[in-house]
């Protein structure tokens, strides 16, 4: 382990504030310019309306930020919070932080929902919330002792640069007889040197004695937080129990925590399996679908697709309780033991990957056209060590491949390296350039949407295909399910937020395997409940998992399954229960439709949020190209003559390419005109002012920037 | 014998997963089952013959990641 060398330059003692029904009405604010540290109160307004995690950090970062800041300007702030229900102990998924800044990829607001036990230990320690503004000197560690009551900052020279050692050797530095009470927050290498650094949440695994890892993975939170020179933010605290968050009704969190924990124990085993396999079972179930990424996103299935999932991982997976927070039920954060890299500055060594999960395998593995396990692992452990995002990496390299394989960037571009499909060894060289800032690597960590500039403008490829297949949206990679058959799950990816994220919205099996929204109108509202209710999670400090992806017994009885009524009536139960605020599953998606109202705002605010920026690559859509055509002829011949209509006798596949494309094209817009009107924005996709007073969002600041845009 | 969850079917040569669940209530948004332990998708129902004694959790609404 590193030896540690730290100088502190700034310290202040403060009082810990009291956690109240799950709340400290605290928020800590850093500024990097100056060193200058405070604690302020949080306006009961803002509680309110804002209720918590991220409408907490949307509200600062709002405030933190004009429309002209750009993702490194010293004023665009990281915030990270917790939520009134983060923090409890043996409920589902209860742990969660979620990290919210101006994203390096989007130049809009990015949030991503993370678990490790920083969130509730920052909280514990005494805020809601911490806001990092500024940009410091050099190189920095920020200490949040919540058991002595004290903020440090220390300069950090000579601290390992990977993640994973970093994050071990603070851990033991900070609490060597209780590693356990340390929570560590830091990017990597491959932060500050590429566009979707991600950041690592650790906690430490006391059975095993090691210390573990969650990603705060999208869209570069970490390349923010390397551009601000801090190194590492760690909190410290001790034991945590049910009272610890003080709640309401300690008894209506105990029976309610009960009920869920004991349903997921009892069924998990028979459904998901996520306390074994976690998500990596998804992997068969996508590919026997037709769903699962291969090769850029051109083809839903493989052959040796079940190869990077649940089967196999299975067998490599250390056994042991993986739970991200204490004593969650689900535990599916596993991890393989004594992996040994063939590549990197780590080969021949034996480390710890804490993974892969569904995302990693598909991006990293089938899009690529890798089907080793151990490659994928390999990469897994690489972009983790270096602080990347494996969604984008994944979806980036993918897009590069098909690049060069249809000859639109060639050797001469990639430094000589094969970049064909399948290709791991150049894959990971990939990864370790991005991590270093060198070679084509450098130009890859930029992001799709600017890689397609640069392959245009200087390497003369072919503009409109890059369109075409560059899976990016409003600058955000894809996450890594095909959507071409599904026009909901289409909306769910180019109407989300922040970009193609799928915790907004994942509707490819209730539409295109059981036709469950038939109509237009049908899947405008599954486009509204379904975002409103995801967001809910971000908001109290949740994971959402234990919602819907274990399901009581008689869950297919009711009258609509997939929103897992049960389960919702106890988020309201378990949210009463903690505030002492009355709650019923209605109001739930009240407090998520006003966050989510505001985020689009911010969009417009950034000079975003309108239909312009809610587009999706037609690869997205259907058939780029004659090949994927014929993939699926029988499907798409069939939705030529039977869905709309064409006579497409003596049509050859050129002819039947151009003609489902317009009708798919235009499918997506009037499923963007019925969603719109869903939500209550105009036909340009902006929150009406009836919509923004019907929320209680009507402050003068946000109807200034409505009427900015013409809305008035 | 076939055990489906807390329901007992009767098992002949060639029965398939398909075939089981129509005898089964409430299976519309059936997309993914494990036949003793392993997963088996829909495209897969009509050709998966069941074998005597076997255990089948019907697996819920796949929800995304």
Known sequence: MAQ??????????????????GYTDKSLHINLDSNDISIKSIDEKVKKRFIGGKGYDLWYLWNAVSGSTKWDDPENAICISSGPLGGTPGYPGGGKSIVTSISPLTS????SNVGGYFGPYKKFSGFDLMEITGKADKEIVIFIDGIEQEIKLYEAGNLPSDSYELSESLTYHFDPDKPVNVSVVSAGPGAENTNFGCLNFTWFDT??????????GRGGTGTVLADKKVKAIVARWGSV???????????????????????I?????KQRRMATVGTTHIVPIMNDHDCLPVNNFQYGTHPEGKNVGEDVYDRIFDKGFDGCWKGCAVACAHMVKDFMPVSGPYKGKKVVVDGPEYETAAGCGSNL???DPFAVLEINFYCDAYGLDTISVGTAIGFVMECYERGLITDRHTGGMDLSFGNKINALELIHQMAEGKGFGAVVGKGIRQMKKIFAEEYGADSEMMEDIGMESKGLEFSEYITKESLAQQGGYGLALKGPQHDEAWLIFLDMVHNFMPTFEDKAEALHWFPMFRTWFSLCGLCKLPWNDIVPADNHETKEPAKVIKHVEWYADLFSSVTGRKVKPDDLLLMSEAVYNFQRIFNLKMGFGTRAHDTVPYRAVGPVTEEEYLSRQDRYDKDLTEKYSV???????SGKLAALREKREDQYEQLTDAVYERRGWTSDGIPTVETVKRLGLDFPEVLEVLKQNGVE | MITVGDQKLDWHEGITISEVLEKIDNTDLCAVVRLNGKLVSSPHFDTTVIPDQSEIDILPPVAGG
Do not use: C, W
């Open chain 1, 4 to 21: 540690i060398n730290l100088k502190e330059i700034k310290s202040i003692p403060y009082e810990r504030a009291e956690i109240d029904k």
């Open chain 1, 108 to 111: 809009a607001p990015i949030d």
């Open chain 1, 207 to 216: 059975p095993r004695k090691i210390v573990r890892y969650k990603q705060a």
């Open chain 1, 241 to 263: 129990s049910m009272k610890t968050n003080n709640p309401a009704d300690l008894e209506g969190v105990k029976k309610v925590t009960k009920m869920h924990a004991k349903e």
């Open chain 1, 265 to 269: 124990n009892e069924l998990d085993p």
């Open chain 1, 369 to 371: 056209g890798i089907f």
């Open chain 1, 647 to 653: 006579d497409i006798s003596g049509m050859d596949t």
